[in-house]
């Protein structure tokens, strides 16, 4: 098992920056995928960006070339550098930690961008 903390997020104008952070309460060396999910108020939770034990990442449609998701095996951290921020980003942002034989989730952290 693996628990997963959230934090970072916050209140940014349209065009900011944020990074996320998810620190996980073991290794995540032996995690296969390492995930940001978001869910905004009405609507399904989405993929935001993944990231593979070997490196490899994944990101949807609407954040590519804006967002970028890295690993930090030495600290069991994954952050989500956020940049360039519309209002159309604002959603709780989730961390998950996943394999073919579990998947687990953190709390979620707000972000809120203002127009």
């Known amino acids: 098992q693996v628990q997963l903390v959230e934090s970072g997020g916050g209140l940014v104008q349209a065009g900011g920056s944020l990074r996320l952070s998810c620190a996980a309460s073991?290794?995540?060396?032996?995690?296969?995928?390492m995930g940001w999910y978001r869910q905004a108020p009405g609507k399904q939770r989405e993929l935001v960006a993944n990231?593979?034990?070997?490196?490899?990442?994944n990101y949807a449609d609407s954040v590519k070339g804006r967002f970028t998701i890295s690993r930090d095996n030495a600290k069991n951290t994954v952050y989500l550098q956020m940049n360039s921020l519309k209002p159309e980003d604002t959603a709780v942002y989730y961390c998950?930690?996943?394999?073919?034989?579990?998947?687990?989730w953190g709390q979620g952290t707000q972000v809120t961008v203002s127009s």
């Open positions: 073991r290794s995540i060396n032996s995690i296969g995928t």
């Open positions: 990231i593979f034990s070997g490196g490899t990442t």
């Open positions: 998950r930690a996943s394999s073919s034989f579990y998947a687990y």
